[in-house]
């Protein structure tokens, strides 16, 4: 992953209503889901090549506070592509826009239909 960039944002809400809200936006965007870890709300996926991009890889790990959820969600350039001086700032930005989706669907704004899925590809995460 290249120039990851971490984006963290509290929700009211239980962890597990925020991370289906996670999986929802990404099974229903231009999204490909690399691993799923349901019983540890972390979940990894990418996005694919564009005009303006050459992608990005996403890791995200949604962690239940005392007051609600934690979102935590770290974008990075796909490894292989060539480097650019802006590309953190573009990692940035992708991942606000994950945010702001998670965001809408916790809210009530919009909605993203969850199909079922089960763990897997948790090695990932350092897991076996």
Known sequence: MQ???????????????????????????????????NERHRIAFSSGKTALSWGHDYLVEVAQGATGAELSLVCGGVDGAPAALMDGWKNGKAAGKVVAAVNDVVNGVTTAHVTPTESFGVEIFGQA
């Not at 929700?11 to 799923?36: H, I």
């Open 3 to 37: 120039k990851p960039k971490l984006t963290t944002a509290p929700f009211t809400q239980p962890a597990p209503e925020v991370f289906e809200a996670v999986l929802g936006v990404v099974q229903n965007g231009k999204f490909t889901l690399a691993a799923l870890d």
